[in-house]
């Protein structure tokens, strides 16, 4: 960790023209020498191990006061981006309205970390791929652009196997974004420009040529809430991962349907623990609908997820875990009682 | 009575709490890193980004610039300390491998600067600015590895002394009606204890105190004067709670000596608290072994023919082996046993002791190898064991002294509901869930080493217990208060312990489940001769205590009939006798078979255990009988654990909970050496990758159900005065293979490899 100074914002422009002073260089927003600071719970782990450096951490919590409701107006969701994982999971409504959400949240890390990580600072969780986050592995593309992979024939058993490329193969290792990309939900952002609203799904960036650009956000922006229009009580987040509880997954699936006289109307899918971004199965949810449910259209819709799937050496296995994962969540949002 | 503190049986002490509860539970009780220094200047690590090469160069113009810096201290610049040798070949050191001596790296992570800053985050920020620039050789990582060298253990490494063999192997084999051949392999794993590997020197003049959690005080004390070519008795190490350590602080590692070094060169206290990372590559580990099984049986589950074959990782300068072979080869009764232990040398750190070395990895092998043998007879894993028990080992025909292995079973079952078991692999489920019941042995050699005490007893019945024991969760402080407050008949709140500092009679590593027992066995002596200096002063014409032999201070005490007796004391009254207003006693006791050089040892650091199965005219073992049942998702693979049953014997118990605890705890960690703890190698580099607690797995809450622990009322006379067979590393030894063996009677699948993941499984 390098010496950093420490700046309280009070309000959200003030925030912007913290961030937005570090900003003249043309560095991607993780390595701006200015950071937001939110929960803390993926920066100041960083930048203990060295491998983030901001000269400035801006703290935004003072904008929970604005920042940080949860909101079912209307039929349609809208939670603050400073609001804490774990007031979001316990929120009854959210359970009831959107199960999806809520087990995402509640499945994710540990009590004492879901009480400090806000959902804006949960979606841009940086990877847990080891090589990344020990600088004393010289090859890393994320960390250092052009220095190679170490994890492409290292021990690589966490890393994706969707949305790879000969650059990068780190995972996003998120929950919450696999319900809120299969919601086809809306991210509010706030910069110096004013405020603009983009897909969820436009938000990260896989890694292609240039793994050190991991969203779309511009420098100096902020995430200030997400929007989910409509509401699906049949909905599930199935996680399966190596021990009980506070755990990445090595695979899991977000599936929400919407069943109509038993026919499926709409279909969401979306993968974690298998991708390098939050990853969602489009051509698979295009099988389902107007589909009845049976246990050979889950195995083909499973199929069709991970059809695109390219395993190394150490995580190969999560091809075949991804389908039955798959399989199991439609199997699951389809017979759930609502 | 609850659950935490069981009723005691037969031949147990009471479950008095723990001694250190409070302090523990309200944070007083201070470790290491908390002793308070004055002005200490902080060091903080930098340690090697390759396993095998040289330092051309260091930069280190930006990291002496950051606000804070002191010094920067390289290989170039630091003092040469003295070579010593690797505490299993006469010596004290974890490695001999010695850091900031030359250019040279010998193995990933090894200390190759230290920077020492007014504060820690100086230091850490300085360090993280240092530019190391190598020459990388390639290293050769483990097993398989082009450049490795291998060979037997017998002959390179003294410890390991007979590779057992009886009768004619191969022959027996051959005819066999029935055989098991398979391989086995168990991971590199790392003990992580909770409290980091900190380290703070401090000199006063001439003299050094060292603030370092250690199983071995005198070990460490002694090991860090020879390195600074001091005298020992200059050298004192303090450390009242150790939190954990599971084998990782028994031997002396080198930074000790480089901050006591520093410490003399800056004369200011240093103080190093490394990071979790480093403490992978500073300190040891479980190497990765290898296994071959051989059994040949006889319908009827006699076996006829045995051969443990294991295969062990080393470094390069140092043959470190645990051998478990001593183990595998006596547990069952058979005529025709062979085996043989190898060492491979590889660009590693130098392994060591890891909870419970060395049966962990060898009955992994044996206990698998055992339910393979049962499927394949279509027997009853528990009968086949007890076909195959014994009272006697097989190699030198050894009476065991004591041995309850299958009471164990006998009682495991029974609340495990065994019974309700069908024995069909994959015969059992429940809705999405693959269920298995699986068991397994387990054992630890019962294991003794001399120690000395001092024990005061005021006329108004306090005690004052002195021992250089050390508390590492094992609960020393408990049950050296008990033995105490038991031989003086004066309650347990009386007794004030003292235990982890240097400047205290000595006592053995708190190693190999030895601790209990010696510990223990010397302050009951100790105790004993106070009762009769009392006794005397009572009875100055009693005859029986005439013959009791005068002996204080000179080794092992026979002390007189009626001190020994538990007769009741009025203690005031012999006080008034003597009087005086308080008795003080200090003593030396060893085990039998301990050799002539026992206590000369014991002061200078250089522990003589003795015990299991090295000794004369008998074999000394505790047991136990473990009960896993596992489910498996059928979907995710997920493997999960509801239910773990331990019974176990082992001698006297001291205090029933205490001991739960410390079988719990071995039950959990065995679960999760069976399924989650492995660190990973990455081969290209000789290096570990997953070297944090994010992604080196440990069980949490949630993995951990339902764990129950029954003792067995057991009494061994032959054993040590305290009847302590010593429990600490009983639990996790049978573990791995109980999980294994539910495993495959859920899934039908035999894992051979650990730890079992979810992609091991094709259910």
Known sequence: MRSFTYQRVTDPSAAIQALAMAVANNNPPTEATAQPLAGGTTLIDLMKLDVMRPRTVVDINPLASTWSAINLDGGNLRLGALARMSDVAANPEI???????????????????????????????RTRCTYFRDISYANCNKRDPGSGCAALDGFNRMHAVLGTSEQCIATYPGDFAQALIALDATVEITGKS???????????????????????????ELISAFTVSGRWPRSVYLKARDRQSYEFALSSAAVALDVQDGVISDARVALGGLATVPWRAREAEALIKGQKFDEALAQRVADAALAGAQGRRHNAFKIALGKRVVARALHQAATMEI | MSIAAPEPKANMGQPVPRYDAVAKVTGMAKYAADMPLANPAYAYLVTSAIAKGRIDSFELT????????????????????KDVKLFSEGGYMSTTVQPLKSADVAHDGQIIAVVLADTFEAGREAAHRVKVNYRPATPSTTFDSPGTTSGPAKGQASRFKEDPKVGDFAKAFDEAEVKITASYETPTQHHNPMELFATSCVWTGDNLTIYEPSQYVYGLKN?????????????????????????????????????????????RPVKLVPTRDQGFTIATYRAETR???QIGANRDGKLVALRHEGAEVSSRPDAYVVGGTKTT?????????????????????????????????????????????????????????????????????????????????DEGARAFGWSQRSAAPKSMTDGDWLVGYGCATTCYPTQMAPAAARVRLQRDGRVRVEIAGHEIGNGAYTVIGQAAAEKLGVPFENVSVHIGDSDLPPAPVAGGSNSTASTCSAVMMVCDQIRQRLFRALMPNESVIDKAKETVGMGQTPVAESANSGRPLDREKAFDALGVSVVEEYGEWKPEDAPKDSFRAMQQGQVRIVGGSAMSDKIAYAFG??????????WTHEIRIPRLVGAFAAGHIMNPRTARSQLMGGLIWGMSSALLEATELDPRYGRYVNDNLADYLLPVNADVQDVEVIMLSEQDDHINPAGVKGLGELANVGTNAAVCNAIFHATGQRIRKLPVRLENLEV
Not at chain 1, 100 to 121: E, F, H, K, W, Y
Not at chain 2, 373 to 381: G, H, I, Q, S
Not at chain 2, 625 to 634: G, N, P, S, T
């Open chain 2, 291 to 293: 296994h071959q099984i």
């Open chain 2, 625 to 634: 009988a473990e009960f896993v049942e596992v489910r498996i998702d059928k």
């Open chain 2, 62 to 81: 930006e990291a002496r610039n950051i606000r804070g810096v002191i010094d920067i201290v390289t290989h170039e610049n630091a003092e040469k300390l």
């Open chain 2, 223 to 267: 090991g860090v004067a020879a390195q600074l070519g001091i005298d020992a008795d200059k050298v004192r190490v303090i450390n009242y709670y150790v939190g954990g350590a599971f084998g990782s602080k028994g031997s002396t590692t080198p930074r000790t000596a480089i901050m006591a070094s520093l410490a003399r060169r800056l004369n």
């Open chain 2, 329 to 409: 080869t006596r547990l069952y009764a058979c005529p025709n046993v062979d085996s043989l232990v190898s060492i491979v040398h590889a660009d590693r750190n130098t392994p060591g002791f890891m909870r419970s070395p060395p049966e962990v990895p060898y009955l992994f092998a044996l206990e698998s190898a055992m339910d393979e043998l049962a499927v394949k007879l279509n027997m009853d894993p528990i009968e086949l064991r007890r076909v195959n028990d014994t009272m006697k080992e097989p190699i030198g025909g050894k009476p065991y002294t004591s041995r309850s292995l299958m009471a164990c079973f």
């Open chain 1, 194 to 220: 004013g405020v603009r609203n983009i897909p969820f799904a436009q938000l990260h960036k896989p890694p292609d040529d240039s793994p050190q650009i991991e969203t779309t956000l511009a420098p100096g």
């Open chain 1, 95 to 125: 359970q009831r309205n959107y199960p999806v959400i809520a087990d995402s949240l509640r499945l994710a890390a540990s009590p004492q970390l879901r009480n400090m990580a806000t959902l804006g600072g949960n979606v841009l969780q």
